[in-house]
């Protein structure tokens, strides 16, 4: 079925546009852009009004912006989203498109806190099961979270003594974590290439919430061998894992345009 009521249609367009735009709008504005009649604009924004969905940001210029019955809507939306049922189904979808071990996990104080896992027979043994924490900085669902981070904040949670060696490719300085998490920025993802375990190479991306925190995120876990042996999975888990964090964040209520700023 696909009927569609024109005015119902017409007022949500007026409430998207509202919600994409920098500063409130006045009716001629939303008529023009729109494409609308004003006289349609001027009776679909004041029923608008009236609902609490617009509201009157400047009486004086006659604009309008959102209402706090949008808000209030989207809010109990989120209440009623369970970010386990959300994120679960995803994750096999991953697996299934990988044959590789993929990860959920959330930071806590600091550290990672693993959520889920969903993994094959084939699938790489690691030593991080449900339920158990570790520290951030060797692994890559940590520096996932910590490249959207500021210096400043990754500083309060990693201090220089706390980074030591699991492997002999851990990243042991600050300075040295640092200029990996710009990389991570610039990539799109974050990469764990034998610094936990010295068969395990990850990628991983971070999940926000609708405040726009990076709260948790997910990877794909894989033998080292693997990777080495067909040089473009890197990218191709890379880019997988990205899509799929950024979408399970927008169904979360997060509203930013990418992952990671530049």
């Given amino acids: 079925m696909n009927k569609m009521n024109r005015s119902t249609a017409r007022a949500i367009d007026i409430i998207d546009l509202v919600a994409e735009s920098n500063e409130s709008m006045t009716i001629t504005e939303i008529s023009r852009i729109l494409d609308m009649p004003k006289s349609t604009a001027f009776d679909l924004v004041y029923t608008l009004v009236n609902k609490g969905y617009l509201e009157a940001a400047d009486s004086k210029n006659k604009t309008f912006g959102l209402g706090l019955r949008l808000f209030q809507a989207g809010a109990r939306y989120l209440e009623k989203t369970n970010f386990y049922d959300i994120a679960h189904p995803i994750l096999e979808e991953i697996m299934r498109k990988t ?28 030593y991080c099961q449900i339920g158990s924490n570790h520290p951030m900085y060797h692994a890559g669902l940590g520096k996932a979270i910590l490249a959207a981070l500021s210096e400043e904040q990754v500083r309060a949670i990693i201090k220089e003594e ?19 998490l710009d990389e991570t920025r610039k990539r799109g993802y974050a990469i764990d290439n034998r610094e936990g375990e010295i068969e395990v190479f990850c990628v991983a991306a971070p999940i926000y919430n609708a405040m726009g925190k990076a709260f948790a995120g997910i990877s794909i876990a894989s033998m080292v061998s693997r990777m080495e042996a067909d040089p473009d999975r890197v990218e191709l888990f890379g880019k997988l894992i990205a899509e799929n964090a950024f979408s399970i964040s927008k169904r979360i209520g997060f509203r930013g345009d990418t992952l990671y700023k530049v």
């Avoid at 071990?101 to 104080?109: D, G, Q, R, S």
Wanted: negative net charge; aromatic residues 8%.
């Fill in 99 to 126: 044959n590789e071990t993929v990860f959920l996990a959330l930071e806590n104080n600091g550290r990672l806190v693993y959520l889920d896992k969903v993994e094959t027979t084939s699938s790489v043994r690691t």
């Fill in 162 to 180: 706390d980074l030591v060696p699991k492997t002999q490719y851990t990243i042991t300085t600050l300075d040295g974590l640092f200029k990996e």
